[in-house]
C-alpha cells in the first residue's frame, strides 16, 4: 500500500490557503480513524483496490491507494491510477451542454429533435410534447434506461444501432412524469455535443473540459497504459474474474470515461470556485450554481437530480456528485459545497461499495477538513443595549415578537401553533441585523432595523415592511 500526501495547487491562489488544513491534528486524527477504518474494509470485503482522495477548495490535500490495481503483480495503487469512471461520464456531458449553452448554440429547453435530426422514439402518450435537452440530463425524459442488453453481453452499441433501437421501442413514461434514471438519454446528449459543436464526442472534451482543468490522464474508451484491472465480485470460493477491457461506443457519452483521482480533483475543484468563463474556469458561476441545483426528485422524495448531477441529502447535509458502475469499476464522488470539501473513491471491484466508503470519508476526514477549513467567522459581541429591542410589534398584517434569549435576538409569531425560535437576527452593526431563517418563506437575508423616537423603540423595519411597537 502507499501513500500520497499532496498540497499543489490547482491554481495560482493566494497563501491564505494553507497546505496547513492537511496538517491540522483533527485532520490528521480522522484520517488515522478512516484509515484503520478501511484497512479492515479491505480485509473483510478481499477487495482488490481501493483509491480515495480529498479536496478542500482548490487543493487535493490528501489520497491515498489500498490494495492493488493488479493483483497477480502487485502494482500498488495511486492517485494517478487510472479507472474506468462509468457513469461520472455524464457530469461531463453535462458540462459540455452547459458551454454550449453559454456560447448561445443551445437553450435547455429546445427539444431535442432541433438537433437531432432522423432519431425519434414512440412516445409513452400520443399527445407528449417533444423531449428537451434539460430533460435528458436531470433523467426526467421518461426514456428507457438503455439501448440494449450492452450490460450482459459487454456489447455496446454504435449510433446506428442507437438510432435502430429508438425506432423500434416506446418512452415507458410521458417526459416530467417521475425521475427515471436512463442511459440512453445521456447517449443523445452527447450526440447533442457532436453536432453541435461539429466535433467528435471525445475530442470535445478533451480540447474544452479535459485540456483548460489539466486532466492530462482522463480519456474516454482507450484502453491506456496504466489502468487498473477490473474484477468481477468475489465468488464463494474467493476467487474474482477479471473483467475484459469494455469500448462503450456510442454510450461514451453516459459511461466512456477513464479517470484518476488528480483529475477528478481538479474536477471536484472547479464546482467549488467562481468567476467568469475563461482558461481554467470553464463554467461561470451562474452556470455552476445551476448544475448544483436540484431540478428533479425521486419520487420518494429522498434524492434527486440537477444538471447531471445527483443530489442527496444524508444526514441532515446536501451532497452534490454521483456514482458509477462499469464492469469491473465501481466509484463515487460527493461534493460538500458548502464547506467546500469533496471526496473521490475509485475502486477496481464490482462488489467494493464505493458510497458507502464515499460518506464515511466523507463524515470523518470531510467534516474535520472542512471545520479546519473555514475561514474564522466575524461575530460582532452582544451589546447589552440591545436589549431595548425586545417587545411587541404589530402591524395588519399580524403580530411579532422579539425576543432576547441569552445574548441574542429572536422573532417569534405568538400566535402561531408551534413555538419557533429559527428566526435568529444576526447584528451588522450600527443598530442593524440580519434575519436568518432556514425557510425563505421570509424576509430571509434581509436587514433588520428599528425606529426609536425621544429614546424609545416605536416602530421595526423587516427588509421594506414595518410593525409598531406595543409594549
Known amino acids: 500500500m502507499t501513500q500520497l500526501v499532496r498540497f499543489a495547487l490547482f491554481l495560482a491562489l493566494p497563501a491564505v490557503m494553507p497546505a496547513a488544513v492537511g496538517d491540522h491534528p483533527e485532520v490528521q486524527g480522522a484520517i488515522r480513524l478512516f484509515?484503520?477504518?478501511?484497512?479492515?474494509?479491505?480485509?473483510?470485503?478481499?477487495?482488490?483496490?481501493?483509491?480515495?482522495?480529498?479536496?478542500?477548495?482548490?487543493?487535493?490535500i490528501w489520497s491515498k491507494g489500498y490494495g492493488w490495481a493488479n493483483t497477480a503483480a502487485k502494482t500498488p495503487l495511486t492517485a494517478q491510477t487510472k479507472f474506468r469512471m462509468a457513469s461520472h461520464s455524464k457530469l461531463f456531458t453535462a458540462t459540455a451542454i452547459m458551454q454550449l449553452r453559454e456560447a448561445g448554440k443551445l437553450r435547455l429547453d429546445d427539444p431535442i429533435t432541433k438537433y437531432l435530426p432522423g432519431i425519434a422514439i414512440t412516445p409513452a402518450d400520443p399527445d407528449d410534447p417533444a423531449i428537451t435537452i434539460e430533460e435528458l440530463l436531470t433523467h426526467a425524459s421518461g426514456l428507457p434506461r438503455e439501448a440494449g442488453s450492452h450490460w450482459v453481453d459487454y456489447r455496446f452499441p454504435d449510433v446506428a444501432e442507437v438510432k435502430q433501437y429508438l425506432a423500434t421501442h416506446r418512452a415507458p413514461y410521458s417526459p416530467e412524469v417521475r425521475w427515471k434514471y436512463s442511459n440512453l438519454a445521456l447517449t443523445l446528449a452527447g450526440l447533442i455535443v457532436e453536432n453541435v459543436s461539429g466535433e467528435r464526442y471525445s475530442a470535445y472534451i478533451d480540447r474544452h473540459i479535459f485540456g483548460p482543468l489539466g486532466m492530462k490522464d482522463s480519456s474516454f474508451d482507450q484502453q491506456v497504459p496504466g489502468l487498473a484491472t477490473g474484477y468481477g465480485r468475489r465468488m464463494p470460493d474467493g476467487s474474482r474474474a477479471?473483467?475484459?477491457?469494455?469500448?462503450?461506443?456510442?454510450?461514451?457519452?453516459?459511461?466512456?470515461?477513464?479517470?484518476?483521482?488528480?483529475?477528478?480533483?481538479?474536477?471536484?475543484?472547479?464546482?467549488?470556485?467562481?468567476?467568469?468563463?475563461?482558461?481554467?474556469?470553464?463554467?461561470?458561476?451562474?452556470?455552476l450554481r445551476e448544475m448544483h441545483r436540484v431540478r428533479r426528485l425521486e419520487n420518494s422524495w429522498t434524492r434527486g437530480n440537477a444538471i447531471g448531477f445527483a443530489v442527496n441529502r444524508i444526514n441532515n447535509k446536501v451532497y452534490v456528485g454521483h456514482g458509477g458502475s462499469y464492469p469491473g469499476y465501481k466509484t463515487h464522488t460527493y461534493i460538500q459545497l458548502d464547506s467546500k470539501v469533496g471526496v473521490i473513491v475509485l475502486t477496481n471491484g464490482d462488489d467494493s461499495g464505493p458510497a458507502e466508503i464515499a460518506i464515511r470519508l466523507m463524515e470523518s476526514v470531510g467534516d474535520a477538513v472542512g471545520k479546519a477549513g473555514a475561514?474564522?467567522?466575524?461575530?460582532?459581541?452582544?451589546?447589552?443595549?440591545?436589549?431595548?429591542?425586545?417587545?411587541?410589534?404589530?402591524?395588519?398584517?399580524?403580530?411579532?415578537?422579539?425576543?432576547?434569549?441569552?445574548?441574542?435576538?429572536?422573532?417569534?409569531?405568538?400566535?402561531?401553533?408551534?413555538?419557533?425560535?429559527?428566526?435568529?437576527?444576526?447584528?451588522?452593526?450600527?443598530?442593524?441585523?440580519?434575519?436568518?431563517?432556514?425557510?425563505?418563506?421570509?424576509?430571509?437575508?434581509?436587514?433588520?432595523?428599528?425606529?426609536?423616537?425621544?429614546?424609545?423603540?416605536?416602530?421595526?423595519?423587516?427588509?421594506?415592511?414595518?410593525?409598531?411597537?406595543?409594549?
Open 375 to 471: 475561514a474564522p467567522k466575524k461575530t460582532i459581541p452582544w451589546n447589552v443595549s440591545w436589549s431595548r429591542y425586545a417587545g411587541h410589534y404589530t402591524s395588519a398584517s399580524g403580530e411579532l415578537e422579539v425576543v432576547e434569549l441569552n445574548q441574542r435576538l429572536v422573532m417569534i409569531d405568538p400566535q402561531a401553533e408551534t413555538l419557533s425560535t429559527d428566526q435568529r437576527l444576526e447584528p451588522l452593526g450600527n443598530g442593524l441585523f440580519r434575519l436568518e431563517a432556514p425557510a425563505g418563506g421570509v424576509a430571509v437575508g434581509e436587514t433588520v432595523r428599528f425606529i426609536e423616537k425621544d429614546g424609545k423603540v416605536t416602530r421595526i423595519y423587516v427588509g421594506d415592511s414595518y410593525r409598531e411597537r406595543v409594549r
Open 35 to 60: 484509515d484503520a477504518w478501511m484497512n479492515g474494509q479491505m480485509v473483510h470485503g478481499g477487495l482488490p483496490g481501493v483509491a480515495v482522495g480529498m479536496v478542500h477548495d482548490q487543493q487535493l
Open 242 to 287: 477479471v473483467m475484459p477491457f469494455i469500448d462503450a461506443k456510442a454510450m461514451g457519452a453516459a459511461t466512456g470515461l477513464t479517470s484518476t483521482v488528480e483529475d477528478m480533483a481538479r474536477f471536484v475543484s472547479l464546482q467549488l470556485r467562481s468567476g467568469k468563463t475563461g482558461g481554467a474556469q470553464i463554467l461561470n458561476t451562474g452556470s
